[in-house]
């Protein structure tokens, strides 16, 4: 099985920053793509960023000045940076990962339980 925690989520004032982080463990062979999503209420999950292993890096086209994802392949972990923090960021942030399992085979999606980011004004 393959566990995906996130960790770094809160409670931040408007116009400040914030970095969540993913980490996974488990029976992994490898992962591709890692990435980070949210809900915000009454809104549908939306993608704010993905990376894969070699380092490419995708951006929803209204966060691409205020976010920055990154990933250390060694610790399975993949971050979120968040600047400039504006109330429309408040969401559950869920991240993911494209896993093959250990012995290799398909590979799937996995998801984590999704932290809670709150900005006040």
């Known amino acids: 099985q393959v566990q995906l925690v996130e960790s770094g989520g809160g409670l931040v004032q408007a116009g400040g920053s914030l970095r969540l982080s993913c980490a996974a463990s488990?029976?992994?062979?490898?992962?591709?793509?890692m990435g980070w999503y949210r809900q915000s209420p009454g809104k549908q999950r939306e993608l704010v960023a993905a990376i894969t292993s070699g380092g490419s890096s995708n951006y929803a086209d209204s966060e691409k000045v205020r976010i920055t994802i990154s990933r250390d392949k060694a610790k399975k972990t993949v971050y979120l940076k968040m600047n400039s923090l504006k109330a429309e960021d408040r969401a559950v942030y869920y991240c993911n990962a494209d896993v093959t399992v250990g012995g290799g085979g398909h590979q799937r999606r996995y998801w984590g339980q999704g932290t809670q980011v709150t900005v006040s004004s």
């Open positions: 488990g029976s992994i062979f490898s992962i591709y793509v």
